[in-house]
């Protein structure tokens, strides 16, 4: 079984803004906790959190139990990718201080009795889609951390471009704000450099990207990013429309 194009999103339900902020009679410390820790957890694809996606329909929390719904664009959005962002809320979930069993289930999905079982078991991808699946997942997961970090690096150097910066010599440490935030949060996860002397743009594998090929690796993660921009808003387009939030 292997990726499909699209794996899919719109902003989250008011249940949960309301959990998030205390607000709700029924949402206990516990429930803003989860909720919080749900905003860790990213579809792999758009790279955005679920709790900004919309993908979460509701989270409580009863007798140390997270009780968490989730819901995607369509019916038939990736598997591979589903199961992913399960799993992940499972593990974020079980995280929280307090909580000492999660109910996670995905809902309104064609494989979702494999995806809310398989996670539920602890057994892997693979084992959830037995003789469908070709292996876990850990792959497809770095091929698409890959690709958001590729984005995000074009996208910052596309406006210090513009701005008459010297890209072949701009450091990590140059930026500021949110910009330097969201790059180090992705280089972490790939274990890149992530100390201010980092050169601001580098291959997959940590080294600096050569000047004269540059124009080239900016081009390609343009049109990366541009994917992924097209992607999440044609996926909240469409969980507007099933949901009609």
Same mark, same amino acid.
Request: charged share 25%; net charge negative.
């Given at each position: ?28 410390? #516990? ?22 996606? &919309? ?16 819901? %995607? ?41 494999? /995806? ?5 078991? &602890? ?48 450091? $990590? #440490? ?15 996860? $790939? ?9 601001? $743009? ?6 600096? /990207? ?7 690796? %900016? ?6 990013? /541009? ?10 387009? $469409? ?7």
């Amino acid at each position: 079984m292997s990726a499909s194009p699209t794996s899919c999103a719109a902003r989250p339900p008011a249940g949960a803004d309301a959990a998030r902020a205390g607000g709700s009679p029924s949402a206990g410390p #516990g429930t803003a906790a989860v909720l919080r820790a749900l905003d860790a957890v990213v579809d792999p694809e758009l790279d955005e959190p679920v709790t900004d996606l &919309g993908f979460v329909s509701s989270v409580r929390v009863e007798g140390g139990t997270a009780r968490i719904r989730l819901r %995607l664009p369509t019916y038939f959005c990736a598997p591979n990718f589903a199961y992913l962002m399960v799993a992940d809320a499972y593990e974020a979930a079980r995280a929280v201080p307090g909580v000492d069993a999660v109910d996670v289930r995905l809902e309104d999905h064609f494989a979702a009795e494999e /995806i809310n079982g398989g996670v539920a078991a &602890g057994d892997g991808f693979a084992a959830a889609f037995d003789g469908l699946a070709d292996g876990e997942l850990q792959e497809l997961r770095l091929t698409f951390w890959r690709k958001a970090h590729a984005a995000e690096q074009e996208r910052i150097a596309s406006r210090l471009a513009h701005d008459g910066a010297d890209l072949t010599r701009a450091r $990590l #440490g140059d930026l500021r704000g949110d910009d330097g935030v969201r790059l180090r949060r992705r280089r972490a996860r $790939l274990g890149l450099p992530v100390d201010d002397d980092a050169p601001l $743009l580098v291959d997959d594998d940590g080294a600096p /990207i050569p000047p004269e090929s540059l124009p080239l690796k %900016l081009r390609l993660a343009r049109t990366t990013r /541009i994917s992924i921009e097209g992607n999440s808003g044609f996926c909240r387009g $469409l969980l507007s429309t099933r949901y009609g939030d």
